[in-house]
């Protein structure tokens, strides 16, 4: 029995990822996943309490694995800060690390997450992340600074400019569903065009 709870369990999230990357979580419908599942929406309604919780499903897993990369790299990087690292090591590790180790395998919970999310909570994922990043590297800056890097004056507006620029670029490749070969191509073109910028922000040579 309990084998054949988590077979019907799968069965409705397959059914509820391709409504949703289909139709968007605005026009995807109960009956439809139901149909697709082959069960009735008061089947469906053992699984889920809603559709808002249908989604939620669906995405939270890839937030919470990207909270949790970039927690650890950001302490990663205070780290090395700490040791006194060379500049280049200090920027071994970026964000298009993150994209190749967290989003590359869950490519449909991303493009849910970007492109599919009007009417959720999450429609607005692109520009909360920005500005969550944007606390973040602020702070670096002043902890650079204290360490004697000659960091850049910028404004809150112009971070928020320049990182929003950043992570769409970065975004791009896997929302417009390039294969892996050619989304790590472009990601790497990005990388060699952004990167001398953030060094020279950071006041790192």
Known sequence: MPRD???SHEKVKKAIKEEFLEKGFEDASIRSIGARAGMTSAGLYRHYAD????????????IESIKEWTTKH??????????V??????????FVDMIKEVLLPRRDEFVLLMSRSAGTK??????????????????AIRYLKEKGYHTAELSEEELHMLLSAYLTACFEPLIHDYDDSMVIKYLNTVQEFFMPGWMKIMGIK
Request: glycine residues 2%.
């Open 74 to 83: 950001i302490n990663k990087k205070y780290d090395l800060l700490d040791d």
């Open 51 to 62: 559709k808002e919780a249908m989604f939620n499903a669906m995405v939270e897993p890839l």
């Open 122 to 139: 999450y429609e607005n994922f692109i520009h909360d992340y920005v500005e969550d990043n944007q606390k973040e590297f602020v702070e």
């Open 85 to 94: 690292s060379p500049d280049d090591e200090i920027f071994g590790e970026n």
């Open 5 to 7: 709870k988590t077979l």
